[in-house]
């Protein structure tokens, strides 16, 4: 299964890794295409651990690990060696979410208890988007449990295929194209300490996000992540703002966990799960008659539980980018589910060709064609620069 975005027509047309961030100018969203090589350097220094350089190896144009000398995929070999290029990874792709993605590392202190019992001031941090607090609109992403880090959906992902594919950089790129604020979140850590995940998230709402003028709020969450925000909702005392919480194959989450105000509205959760009887599953009518008490549940485009965030990309995209608030639900299931199924590929057609093509793919058809505007915001690409 192929996600079309625009990732996948920038490198048959340009065969440059397309990591876009939007820049203000003239009313344009500006749009520029990095080679990956140019950041090898932006990440050492972070921490006391090698670099990728260092351990020789780099991201390639089209966002892949491969080793500097003989440009091979990355092998592995050994579990103390997967794990020190998985936190070379890390540090690498953390300089990425800012010199690429034009990300800030902000820090989100945490009041939280160790193994002991003993309360401690842990030094959290979230990746954010400049000014997200003047958007209308802005995307929470969670990552699940493990290793991952800010940035990442599956480690091993992206050591053995792409960024593309294991990373969190498509989302960020579309909702900074969309013009959203985006907050990367970082609910694990090295040290054990108590509900860690649900501590984080609510000082994320408390210190970043509750005293704001945005809009509304979209949270995109993998795994163990739909629990971590299921859980911290009803913390957030008479908020309103949290319209839909798109989740990838969440685990641990079913409709008992979800808060008894949200009988009478609240927040709508959509969880893409990755289990193949879902594939011709019709939407049941109490997806149309109970909007908010319980998951609704949409196939994930793939049966691989980490893969699940990337096949299911236009389809979460396809929900939020059309979202009008409840009433619109039962039709973007219906369309979301089409996106995902046996025939994706006609049903994506079918939606392009009828309006329903998403921004960032449009974009480059239209600057292809060298038109300059095709929306309020238009996208226009600048050339590369760096080169292999």
């Not at 144009?61 to 070379?88: H, M, S, W």
């Not at 950089?169 to 108590?194: K, Q």
């Not at 049966?303 to 990309?313: C, D």
């Amino acid at each position: 299964m192929h996600n079309f975005t625009a990732f996948n027509i920038c490198l048959c047309a340009h065969s440059s890794f397309h990591l876009p961030f939007p820049q203000k100018s003239a009313g344009l969203i500006m749009v520029r295409r990095i080679h990956t090589h140019t950041l090898i350097e932006s990440a050492s220094g972070m921490s006391g651990k090698p670099s990728l350089k260092e351990l020789g190896y780099r991201f390639n144009q089209k966002g892949e690990l491969r080793t500097i000398n003989d440009n091979a995929p990355f092998v592995f070999t050994n579990q103390a060696d997967y794990e020190r290029i998985g936190d070379a990874m890390t540090m690498e792709l953390y300089g990425m979410l800012e010199s690429v993605c034009g990300l800030r590392k902000i820090e989100v202190p945490v009041k939280v208890e160790d193994k002991n019992g003993t309360t401690v001031d842990f030094a959290g941090f979230v990746y954010a988007s400049p000014e997200f607090q003047e958007k209308s609109t802005v995307l929470l992403i969670i990552h699940g449990s493990g290793a991952v880090r800010p940035g990442q959906w599956s480690r091993r992902l992206i050591l053995n295929e792409s960024l593309e594919v294991g990373s969190q950089i498509p989302y960020i790129r579309r909702a900074l194209v969309n013009d959203w604020g985006v907050i990367v979140c970082s609910t694990n850590t090295d040290e054990e300490f108590r509900d860690y995940p649900h501590q984080h998230l609510c000082s994320v709402y408390e210190q970043l996000l509750k005293d704001s003028t945005i809009q509304r709020f979209f949270v995109v969450a993998h795994s163990r992540g739909g629990p971590d925000i299921a859980h911290s909702l009803p913390h957030f005392k008479n908020e309103n703002r949290f319209e839909v919480v798109c989740l990838t194959d969440s685990v641990g989450l079913d409709d008992n966990c979800l808060s008894e105000k949200q009988t009478n509205g609240g927040t709508v959760f959509i969880n893409w799960k990755a289990d193949s009887k879902l594939q011709s599953a019709a939407i049941a009518d109490q997806d149309i008659l109970e909007p908010y008490s319980r998951v609704h549940q949409i196939y994930a485009g793939t049966t691989e539980h980490e893969r699940s965030s990337h096949t299911a990309f236009d389809s979460v995209f396809h929900v939020l980018e059309q979202w009008k608030g409840p009433d619109s639900l039962p039709k973007l299931l219906v369309e979301a589910a089409g996106l995902t199924s046996v025939s994706c590929l006609s049903n994506k057609i079918f939606y392009w060709l009828n309006g329903g093509l998403p921004r960032p793919i449009v974009a480059v058809i239209t600057q292809d064609l060298g038109l300059e505007s095709w929306r309020p915001n238009a996208v226009r690409v600048e050339e590369d620069y760096g080169c292999e």
